[in-house]
Protein backbone atom coordinates (compact mmCIF):
# COMPACT_ATOMS: atom_id res chain seq x y z
CA UNK A 1 0.00 0.00 0.00
CA UNK A 2 0.77 3.45 -0.57
CA UNK A 3 2.51 5.71 2.02
CA UNK A 4 0.17 8.30 0.82
CA UNK A 5 -3.40 7.89 -0.88
CA UNK A 6 -5.40 10.17 -2.39
CA UNK A 7 -8.97 9.81 -4.10
CA UNK A 8 -10.45 10.22 -6.09
CA UNK A 9 -7.38 10.02 -8.63
CA UNK A 10 -9.51 12.47 -11.45
CA UNK A 11 -12.56 14.13 -11.16
CA UNK A 12 -14.78 16.55 -13.48
CA UNK A 13 -17.05 18.50 -11.92
CA UNK A 14 -19.29 21.73 -12.88
CA UNK A 15 -18.62 25.23 -11.91
CA UNK A 16 -20.18 25.81 -8.31
CA UNK A 17 -19.95 22.29 -7.16
CA UNK A 18 -18.68 21.72 -3.70
CA UNK A 19 -16.09 19.15 -3.97
CA UNK A 20 -14.02 17.24 -1.00
CA UNK A 21 -10.86 15.37 -1.99
CA UNK A 22 -9.31 13.05 0.60
CA UNK A 23 -6.21 12.34 1.68
CA UNK A 24 -4.98 9.61 4.08
CA UNK A 25 -1.48 8.50 5.34
CA UNK A 26 0.25 5.40 6.97
CA UNK A 27 3.28 7.18 7.76
CA UNK A 28 2.17 8.14 11.11
CA UNK A 29 3.25 12.40 10.60
CA UNK A 30 2.08 14.82 12.18
CA UNK A 31 2.29 17.31 9.36
CA UNK A 32 0.10 17.00 6.29
CA UNK A 33 -0.17 19.34 3.05
CA UNK A 34 -2.37 20.08 -0.05
CA UNK A 35 -0.30 21.49 -2.94
CA UNK A 36 -1.75 22.41 -6.43
CA UNK A 37 0.44 22.25 -9.28
CA UNK A 38 -0.08 24.05 -12.69
CA UNK A 39 2.16 24.16 -15.84
CA UNK A 40 5.03 26.95 -15.66
CA UNK A 41 3.89 27.80 -12.02
CA UNK A 42 5.46 24.30 -9.97
CA UNK A 43 3.70 23.50 -6.36
CA UNK A 44 1.71 25.74 -4.50
CA UNK A 45 1.02 25.33 -1.02
CA UNK A 46 -2.54 25.48 -0.31
CA UNK A 47 -3.17 24.51 3.04
CA UNK A 48 -0.97 22.74 5.75
CA UNK A 49 -1.42 20.73 8.67
CA UNK A 50 0.85 20.31 12.29
CA UNK A 51 -1.81 17.96 14.01
CA UNK A 52 -5.81 17.52 14.29
CA UNK A 53 -6.05 21.12 16.01
CA UNK A 54 -3.59 22.96 14.21
CA UNK A 55 -4.42 24.16 10.84
CA UNK A 56 -2.78 26.86 8.64
CA UNK A 57 -3.20 28.55 5.53
CA UNK A 58 -0.75 28.47 2.74
CA UNK A 59 -0.02 30.73 -0.10
CA UNK A 60 -3.28 30.05 -2.09
CA UNK A 61 -5.76 29.64 0.28
CA UNK A 62 -8.67 31.55 -0.77
CA UNK A 63 -11.82 29.38 -2.54
CA UNK A 64 -10.12 26.12 -0.54
CA UNK A 65 -11.12 24.80 3.11
CA UNK A 66 -9.67 21.40 4.56
CA UNK A 67 -10.24 19.28 7.34
CA UNK A 68 -7.93 17.09 9.64
CA UNK A 69 -10.40 14.22 10.79
CA UNK A 70 -7.42 12.56 12.27
CA UNK A 71 -3.70 12.22 12.26
CA UNK A 72 -3.87 10.09 9.64
CA UNK A 73 -6.76 12.06 7.52
CA UNK A 74 -6.80 15.46 5.66
CA UNK A 75 -8.89 16.70 3.36
CA UNK A 76 -9.39 19.67 0.97
CA UNK A 77 -12.64 20.92 -0.32
CA UNK A 78 -13.63 23.03 -3.01
CA UNK A 79 -16.57 24.91 -1.51
CA UNK A 80 -17.64 26.24 -4.94
CA UNK A 81 -15.49 25.07 -7.72
CA UNK A 82 -14.47 27.48 -10.82
CA UNK A 83 -12.54 26.72 -13.81
CA UNK A 84 -9.20 27.96 -12.86
CA UNK A 85 -9.38 25.95 -10.09
CA UNK A 86 -8.61 23.26 -12.34
CA UNK A 87 -5.22 21.75 -11.87
CA UNK A 88 -3.04 18.86 -10.42
CA UNK A 89 -3.51 18.15 -6.30
CA UNK A 90 -1.36 16.72 -4.41
CA UNK A 91 -1.10 15.69 -0.74
CA UNK A 92 1.70 14.85 1.31
CA UNK A 93 2.98 14.41 4.76
CA UNK A 94 6.34 14.71 6.25
CA UNK A 95 8.22 14.49 9.70
CA UNK A 96 10.16 17.75 11.14
CA UNK A 97 13.67 17.87 9.50
CA UNK A 98 12.51 15.17 6.56
CA UNK A 99 11.42 14.90 3.18
CA UNK A 100 7.73 14.99 2.35
CA UNK A 101 5.91 11.97 1.12
CA UNK A 102 3.23 12.60 -1.52
CA UNK A 103 0.17 10.75 -2.99
CA UNK A 104 -0.12 10.16 -6.44
CA UNK A 105 -2.40 13.29 -7.13
CA UNK A 106 -5.73 14.10 -8.38
CA UNK A 107 -6.35 15.47 -11.28
CA UNK A 108 -9.07 17.91 -11.08
CA UNK A 109 -11.18 19.45 -14.08
CA UNK A 110 -13.80 22.04 -13.39
CA UNK A 111 -15.98 22.38 -16.53
CA UNK B 1 11.19 35.58 0.87
CA UNK B 2 12.90 32.50 -0.06
CA UNK B 3 12.57 31.30 -3.77
CA UNK B 4 14.03 28.17 -6.09
CA UNK B 5 15.18 29.23 -9.70
CA UNK B 6 15.31 26.28 -12.59
CA UNK B 7 14.54 25.97 -15.75
CA UNK B 8 11.37 25.07 -17.09
CA UNK B 9 12.32 22.69 -20.10
CA UNK B 10 11.29 20.72 -21.63
CA UNK B 11 15.23 19.42 -22.05
CA UNK B 12 15.51 16.60 -24.37
CA UNK B 13 18.84 14.29 -24.98
CA UNK B 14 19.86 11.73 -25.80
CA UNK B 15 20.10 8.31 -23.98
CA UNK B 16 24.10 8.03 -22.33
CA UNK B 17 24.05 12.02 -22.25
CA UNK B 18 25.58 13.65 -20.04
CA UNK B 19 22.70 15.40 -17.52
CA UNK B 20 22.96 19.56 -15.95
CA UNK B 21 19.72 20.70 -14.48
CA UNK B 22 20.12 24.21 -12.57
CA UNK B 23 19.02 25.13 -9.35
CA UNK B 24 19.66 28.53 -7.74
CA UNK B 25 17.86 29.75 -4.60
CA UNK B 26 17.31 32.41 -2.73
CA UNK B 27 17.25 31.74 1.41
CA UNK B 28 17.35 33.58 4.91
CA UNK B 29 19.07 31.43 7.08
CA UNK B 30 20.61 27.91 6.47
CA UNK B 31 17.98 25.37 4.58
CA UNK B 32 18.11 21.93 3.92
CA UNK B 33 18.10 21.52 0.10
CA UNK B 34 16.56 18.27 -2.39
CA UNK B 35 15.81 17.20 -5.60
CA UNK B 36 12.65 15.62 -6.31
CA UNK B 37 11.66 13.49 -9.16
CA UNK B 38 8.22 13.07 -10.49
CA UNK B 39 7.87 10.15 -13.27
CA UNK B 40 4.32 10.65 -15.49
CA UNK B 41 1.12 9.73 -13.57
CA UNK B 42 2.79 9.63 -10.18
CA UNK B 43 3.43 11.99 -6.94
CA UNK B 44 6.70 13.33 -6.26
CA UNK B 45 8.97 11.55 -4.65
CA UNK B 46 12.86 12.62 -2.87
CA UNK B 47 15.69 11.79 -5.31
CA UNK B 48 18.50 13.52 -2.78
CA UNK B 49 18.99 15.88 -0.69
CA UNK B 50 22.04 17.86 1.19
CA UNK B 51 21.62 19.31 4.55
CA UNK B 52 24.60 21.52 4.85
CA UNK B 53 26.98 23.59 2.90
CA UNK B 54 29.12 21.16 0.77
CA UNK B 55 26.84 18.84 1.33
CA UNK B 56 26.95 16.10 -1.89
CA UNK B 57 23.20 13.96 -2.31
CA UNK B 58 23.81 10.99 -4.43
CA UNK B 59 20.88 8.35 -6.01
CA UNK B 60 20.32 6.50 -8.90
CA UNK B 61 23.48 8.17 -10.75
CA UNK B 62 22.22 11.57 -10.04
CA UNK B 63 23.93 13.86 -7.66
CA UNK B 64 24.00 17.62 -6.36
CA UNK B 65 26.33 19.43 -3.96
CA UNK B 66 25.13 22.21 -1.86
CA UNK B 67 27.27 25.38 -2.71
CA UNK B 68 26.77 27.85 0.14
CA UNK B 69 29.03 30.52 -1.66
CA UNK B 70 26.67 30.34 -5.74
CA UNK B 71 23.39 29.35 -3.64
CA UNK B 72 23.22 26.26 -6.26
CA UNK B 73 22.33 22.87 -6.24
CA UNK B 74 22.97 21.80 -9.68
CA UNK B 75 21.74 18.25 -10.13
CA UNK B 76 24.00 15.86 -12.93
CA UNK B 77 23.94 12.64 -14.06
CA UNK B 78 26.95 11.43 -15.86
CA UNK B 79 24.58 9.01 -18.66
CA UNK B 80 20.98 9.41 -18.72
CA UNK B 81 18.57 6.60 -19.37
CA UNK B 82 15.02 6.80 -21.31
CA UNK B 83 13.72 5.83 -17.49
CA UNK B 84 15.37 8.89 -16.43
CA UNK B 85 12.50 10.94 -18.53
CA UNK B 86 10.22 13.10 -15.44
CA UNK B 87 9.86 16.46 -14.38
CA UNK B 88 12.52 17.31 -11.28
CA UNK B 89 12.28 20.01 -8.90
CA UNK B 90 14.89 21.79 -6.66
CA UNK B 91 13.55 22.83 -3.44
CA UNK B 92 14.36 23.94 0.16
CA UNK B 93 13.12 23.83 3.33
CA UNK B 94 13.80 26.04 5.93
CA UNK B 95 12.57 27.01 9.52
CA UNK B 96 10.37 29.95 9.68
CA UNK B 97 9.62 31.66 13.04
CA UNK B 98 9.79 30.15 16.54
CA UNK B 99 7.28 27.94 16.38
CA UNK B 100 8.91 25.27 14.48
CA UNK B 101 7.34 25.48 11.13
CA UNK B 102 9.57 23.98 8.01
CA UNK B 103 8.50 25.88 4.73
CA UNK B 104 9.67 24.27 1.54
CA UNK B 105 9.67 26.01 -1.52
CA UNK B 106 9.56 24.37 -4.68
CA UNK B 107 10.91 25.45 -8.45
CA UNK B 108 8.64 24.98 -10.82
CA UNK B 109 9.93 21.39 -12.25
CA UNK B 110 12.47 21.04 -15.13
CA UNK B 111 10.70 18.26 -17.68
CA UNK B 112 13.63 15.25 -18.95
CA UNK B 113 13.16 13.92 -22.11
CA UNK B 114 15.69 11.03 -23.06
CA UNK B 115 15.36 9.60 -26.68
CA UNK B 116 17.02 6.38 -27.01
Known amino acids: DADVTQTPRNRITKTGKRIMLECSQT?????MYWYRQDPGLGLRLIYY???????NKGEISDGYSVSRQAQAKFSLSLESAIPNQTALYFC??????????FGQGTRLTVV | GDSVTQMEGPVTLSEEAFLTINCTYT??????LFWYVQYPGEGLQLLLK?????DKGSNKGFEATYRKETTSFHLEKGSVQVSDSAVYFC???????????????FGIGTKLQVIP
Open chain 2, 50 to 54: ATKAD
Open chain 1, 49 to 55: SFDVKDI
Open chain 2, 27 to 32: ATGYPS
Open chain 1, 92 to 101: ATRAPNTEAF
Open chain 1, 27 to 31: KGHDR
Open chain 2, 91 to 105: ALSERVGSGGYQKVT
